[in-house]
Nanobody, 125 residues
Framework: QVQLVESGGGLVQAGGSLRLSCVASTRTFIRSTMGWFRRAPGKEREFVAAASWSGGSTYYADSVKGRFTISRDNAKNTVYLQMNSLKPEDAAVYYC??????????????????WGQGTQVTVSS
């Protein structure tokens, strides 16, 4: 499995921006589809975004499309989630996840076998 460490969470006002980062421990990263998921209090984990190993294919949840951007820097073993126009309903713990060897992108957490510890995002209204 790939060890993943997220950072970049914090408190932001509605309408603001944050950029989350997730660093992977191994070069397996460069052949992994990477995803971001989130879990708000009292809610189930939900898919946010995913990027193929090359970054050429990306996939977003409808709720974040046009506001969030997933990108990756394979030279740095890092995937990013740029979050703009944040809303109170975006508040959650955000997790990055890796799916080594997956072709393309997926929104199913079952396809991802490595998970970070999460980073908290709080959005004040």
């Amino acid at each position: 499995q790939v060890q993943l460490v997220e950072s970049g969470g914090g408190l932001v006002q509605a309408g603001g921006s944050l950029r989350l980062s997730c660093v992977a421990s191994t070069r397996t990263f460069i052949r992994s589809t990477m995803g971001w998921f989130r879990r708000a209090p009292g809610k189930e984990r939900e898919f946010v975004a995913a990027a193929s190993w090359s970054g050429g294919s990306t996939y977003y949840a409808d709720s974040v499309k046009g506001r969030f951007t997933i990108s990756r820097d394979n030279a740095k073993n890092t995937v990013y989630l740029q979050m703009n126009s944040l809303k109170p309903e975006d508040a959650a713990v955000y997790y990055c996840a890796a799916a080594p060897g997956l072709v393309g992108v997926s929104r199913s957490p079952l396809d991802f076998d490595s998970w970070g510890q999460g980073t908290q995002v709080t959005v004040s209204s």
